[in-house]
């Protein structure tokens, strides 16, 4: 820091924000010579170029001053009533009134921090959990409580005992990001229970719950009647990310605030995209494109799920994904996986350590003194992910995927044979970690 | 509030939120029935929709993944160096990598607020000054400082008492909202001057400085060498507001911490609005628009300066103003502004009181425990503006301005009479108010 001039004060809260964990494992990256298995980038070969340049000129030859003038911050209304309708496909029972769109999920997620939480705040997050929740949550200051989870979704007695006094609970029912799983419908009607008992928001954000690969996911938990929730979904997933719009919607009361809290923010998302997008959903575009990506998707998971297996050496166990963009991956213990994720770029392929999702005790490391794990005095419980990765499957095509694991495979087993490539760091941590507990592990 | 169920707890500054006064004052109306002066919104039958179209078909066209896809959290680079080159045409030397692109002027605000306030930090802004740089600072919790003003600019004594131990100076140099006030060049220079010695951030917000009607107006704050500022704009005054883009430039190592905010709260802007953008911006689209805008709203100004010497009663005053969209109007004292527009309001016209702009004593009504005004002691200086109009002349024809300004003229004229239609509260506050200084002041 020694390069920065002096200057004038800034808010306390401007020392927790730093870089992504992304740009960090990233940037450095020349990203023509690479394949990345990093990012959550859909495939942009997927994209419905055609689709949107006759939606575009059908909104400015209909509703030419409408989509270039400024709009309500609530969004569109048929907008909002596309989504409350798609909402209740979901089982979700609500009203137009109770949807305010976004710009993308993410600001959702910043919207929902604002309004909800102070300082200190318990905020109960899944560990691993989506890297951008905790960016956008981080910048108002929460002690983040990880709950331990198994193959079924988070521990029921762990979240019974951390519920009390916690202000949100944020939770990913469906093919979470980065761990891919989706909690049981069992388990699903426990923390129901648990959260109605409770006085606690409950965040359901669920991005990938259409990018399913054998059969439609079971209800989240929104749809089994938690009154004090909302959900949180997007675009970006279902068709394409370049829009950049998204919705909350649920609670009346908190919906009021988040939506004054917009137009604080930001007035209001692009009328000329919210327009676009009404076009393209009326024309039915997700209809036409989910079924495409579904079957891409798979293919793309089996050819990773394939190449894992037949290069990866013994020690490693992957989950088995049913839907959504990741494989979370866990290494022997004796590795360290930023130190593969280091080593793994140098040879031109992207990935990203599971660290960066995890909020525990290795947590604490990436994400500063807003940090807090309830089950700190548990050695076992807090243990960091230190040897997971995550691998994004939607992105690359079987070749690049296949050539991708081949290399990764080669730099785990040159740093389990002590390979000066990918020196082995003494791991610090010890017992299980989350991953180990992931759905459907397959051994290599 | 007694319909409201009981919910779990928000967050302490969820208390700091409400809803807008432009939507207390204006959300009742029946638009269609309405000539509107209240809002900034431009004419959308400027609105250039041919051009629109054509660069959206190029765009998907020429860039047709990068545009669908996601991008970088700082903006398109290409857009970002034809901002820092328009800025260095403003007289601001600075480079594209201290640009970043934001969802419209606002989201600047609400990223300063986020990245430099903390709770009770002293914010001076101008009295008055722009609506939605309150409600996105506000949510921050600052101590807002009121600067009194008179022709020339914000009073530099006052502005030295006030400086020392202040986070943030706010400030529009040009053509600002409400008042149409531009910073007279000493006045700027003696201001620069005092913030050199200051430790105090300068963020200099100028949406309106294309708008000019005569000639170009002088430089802003931040031309003359202010190291510790931000240039505020947004395309949405020079070109037409729906795609939602903005930006904010400057100071770099504040840069660097608005960009990381800016990636938590949303992570970009749309992608297929900066390309469109900038393809519109590339084929010369401000340098075709720009004329036009300025004649036409000249023409609206004198439209309304016109009506409003024709109507207006003897002790009405307004500004006449060189740039912008805006009229400052102050009524004789016995009047309170606020029944005068929903007299108005009644008749289909919609104006708004300029006590939505103050943050002195008057201010702190509608803006609760967030403001504080450091003038509280003199009772002059703190004045609020209570007799005072904003009319939006930009956004209606001379014929529907001279109509809405004959009915606004009708409600003063019988409140001064005692008619019931406008019933005269008794006014509470004495001395002079900001409005009785405006530039150019005509007497009708």
Known sequence: MSSILPHPEMARRAALLGPSPMDEFLGAADRGATISLAGGLP????????????????????????????????????????????????????????VLI???????????????????????????????????????????????????????????????????????????????????????????????????????????????????????????????????????????????LGWVAGHAELLRKLTQAKQAADLQSSSLDQWLLLELLR?????????????????????????LSRHMPAGVFWSRPRGGMFVWLSLPMSLDARDIAAAARRQGVLVLPGLVFDVGAGGCESFGSCCDCRFADDPEAAAPARNTLRLAFAGADRPRIERAISILAAVVRAALHGDSQAPARPCRAVGKTPADGAVDVSHA
Chains 1, 2 share one sequence.
Request: net charge neutral.
């Open 43 to 98: 495939d942009a070969a997927t994209f419905p170029v055609r689709d949107v340049a006759e939606a575009a000129r059908r909104v400015l030859s209909r509703q030419p001053r409408e989509s270039l003038q400024y709009g309500p911050s609530e969004g569109l209304a048929p907008l909002r009533e596309w989504v409350a309708e798609y909402l209740r496909g979901q089982g979700i029972e609500l009203q137009a009134a109770q």
């Open 283 to 307: 024309d039915g575009l997700p209809q036409r494109m989910l079924p495409r990506l579904r079957i891409l998707y798979r293919e793309r998971r089996d050819a990773m799920l394939d190449a």
């Open 102 to 244: 976004t710009t993308g999920s993410q600001q959702a997620l910043d919207l929902l921090g604002k309004v909800l939480l102070d300082p200190a705040s318990p905020l109960l997050v899944q560990r691993p959990t989506y890297l951008g929740a905790l960016q956008a949550f981080r910048t108002y200051a929460p002690r983040m409580v990880g709950l331990p989870e198994d193959d079924l979704g988070p521990d029921p007695e762990a979240f019974a005992g951390a519920l009390a006094g916690s202000r949100m609970a944020y939770l990913q029912p469906r093919f979470a990001n980065p761990s891919g799983r989706s909690i049981a419908p069992a388990r699903a009607g426990q923390l129901c229970a648990l959260l109605a008992q409770s006085d606690c928001w409950l965040v359901e954000d669920d991005p990938y719950c259409e990018l399913w690969f054998d059969e439609p996911p079971p209800p989240g938990l929104l749809a089994r009647g938690v009154s004090h929730g909302v959900h949180v979904g997007t675009f970006s997933k279902m068709l394409f990310p370049g829009l950049r």
